[in-house]
């Protein structure tokens, strides 16, 4: 005769050995996955890499003396077809002689004008009075 209740804790028992292999491969399974998709995107990032000895260069040879950057950060593009990287620029200019404005202006149209930077734009500019007359700014562009 069979036992029906017999055979579903034999199963049950058969299964207790074989639950733990089984969440190990689930487990390393998933972590494999994982890593990967950071290989891929790293891989992707690494390929995607501007010339940064041109790139430091290129910016070192527009930048006017009395513009400082104080930061700078390369991001994917938002909103791009292509994977695209976007430059951020952050920086001070001084007051010292001709107004901020002008030279700011300057520095966008020669970044404007390279070969490394695409889609220039002025994201923010804010003027300090009691700074001396200096400007912060950010400016963005695509990089080539």
Known sequence: IW??????????????????RH??????TSRRAQAQGVLRAVETFHDQQPVWEGLFK???QLMPPTIELTALSVAPSTGAASQALELRLRGIVSSRGVQAEGRLED?????????????VRLV????SMS???TTTFEVACRLE
Request: no cysteine.
């Open 107 to 119: 520095f966008l149209e020669a970044l404007e004008a390279s070969l490394f930077f695409r889609q």
């Open 124 to 127: 923010s500019s804010e003027m």
């Open 131 to 133: 700074a001396g007359g």
């Open 58 to 60: 290129e910016l070192g």
């Open 3 to 20: 036992d029906a209740g017999l055979e579903m804790r034999r199963r049950q028992a058969e299964w207790a050995k074989l639950e733990p």
């Open 23 to 28: 969440q190990r491969y689930v487990t390393l």
